[in-house]
């Protein structure tokens, strides 16, 4: 008789900050969350959130008031909003962005659905442009598998981009620095005092 076997999905974020924090040596931020950390909140009927980082603000809209969680574990040092959505088949969910972000975009790692009636299939990247009032709220809908996707929101840099495999730069010569520290092994620097790379190392609060 086949075991039933759970399907998880590994993602592993690099967020780009603007160009003046490089400028005045700002270091970045590091780290791991264990799933507990993360726990899942109903946001809407059918739908629960895992909020990441940034504020609660506008998850599932409507409902965002009974939302108990102000704020995600994973830290940044501009203002993001990250969040992954479970969404079961046939249901609905809203979405209002915080006033200080201006850009939003959805990954269906699973399943699909549609954005503002908009098809969303699996595997589908959608860009949305939250620079107006009016375009700040939108609404996602599952498919008959359902949909699990992942909410990144932000504010536009409007710098020049330099993209090559994991590492984003705003220059070339950015880039090749930042491989050569890598094969050296200083990039990533570590930031906390015990192995990020392992969460069993994180000290207990």
């Known amino acids: ?52 980082s940034g504020s609660s603000a506008g998850l599932g809209a409507s409902t965002s008031s009974k939302v108990s969680v102000s704020a995600g574990p ?50 589908s990247v959608v860009l949305l442009d939250a620079s107006s009032v009016d375009a700040r709220r939108f609404e996602v809908s599952a498919g008959s598998s359902g949909l699990h996707f992942m909410l990144f929101a932000g504010k536009k840099l409007k710098e020049p981009v330099a993209w090559r495999g994991p590492i984003v730069m705003n220059t070339d010569q950015e880039l090749m620095q930042c491989f050569q520290e890598l094969r050296s092994g200083q990039f990533p620097p570590k930031r906390v005092a015990w192995d990020y790379k392992r969460i069993a190392t994180k000290p207990k609060e």
């Open 74 to 123: 994973m830290q940044a040092q501009c203002s993001i909003q990250m969040a992954d959505f479970e969404m079961s088949a046939g249901s609905t969910v809203p979405h209002e962005l915080p006033s200080d972000l201006n850009t939003c975009m959805l990954y269906a790692y699973s399943g699909s659905g549609t954005v503002n009636g908009t098809p969303m299939p699996p595997g």
């Open 1 to 52: 008789m086949a075991s039933l076997v759970h399907l998880m999905h590994r993602f592993h974020f690099f967020f780009e900050v603007p160009q003046l924090f490089c400028l005045l040596c700002i270091p970045g931020s590091y780290g791991t969350e264990p799933p507990d950390a993360i726990a899942p909140i109903e946001v809407a009927p059918g739908t629960t959130a895992r909020l990441l």
